[in-house]
């Protein structure tokens, strides 16, 4: 069965006029960073936070772009769990990649305006709105319906 997406396909190549990349390395290179992203999210997706054939198959991704690149993406764009945990830091090793030491206490700083700034959303008050009316119990029911018959 064919479905007709011309449209949204057109959307979606229009919108990449808007990228402005200049050259094949700035787009691999942006592309990098958001698969740095998506390891990130398949990492939370994953079972108990864990590994899974999605975080291996994105590390795969990152790894063939890393080697063609020739380089790392610097860590300063990469999410900081992924400093934090170390597996920016170990992928690039263990690829022979050389990369930037990223520095621990910027990241910690930027975790603490992180946690600071959740506390601050967190400790606002929350507007309830009840859009379901109470409804109260039909007691013209017959109670003896609902029993089991013999």
Not at 72 to 96: C, N, R
Request: one cysteine or more; a negative charge.
């Amino acid at each position: 069965m064919s479905t007709d997406r011309t449209a949204e396909l057109q959307t979606a190549i229009d919108s990449a006029d808007h990228e402005g990349f200049t050259s094949l390395e700035e787009a691999a290179a942006d592309e990098l960073m958001r698969l740095w992203g998506d390891l990130h999210e398949a990492m939370c997706a994953a079972r108990n936070g864990c590994w899974s054939v999605g975080c291996e198959n994105t590390a795969h991704r990152i790894a063939v772009l890393t080697r063609a690149l020739g380089k790392a993406t610097p860590w300063q764009e990469v999410q900081i769990e992924l400093l934090e945990t170390g597996i920016y830091q170990v992928f690039h090793d263990l690829a022979g990649v050389p990369y930037e030491e990223p520095d621990m206490d910027v990241i910690a700083r930027m975790r603490a305006e992180r946690e600071a700034s959740l506390a601050q959303i967190r400790a606002r008050p929350r507007m309830t709105v009840n859009v379901y009316p109470r409804m109260e119990p039909d007691r013209s029911i017959n109670p003896d319906w609902f029993r089991r018959r013999p």
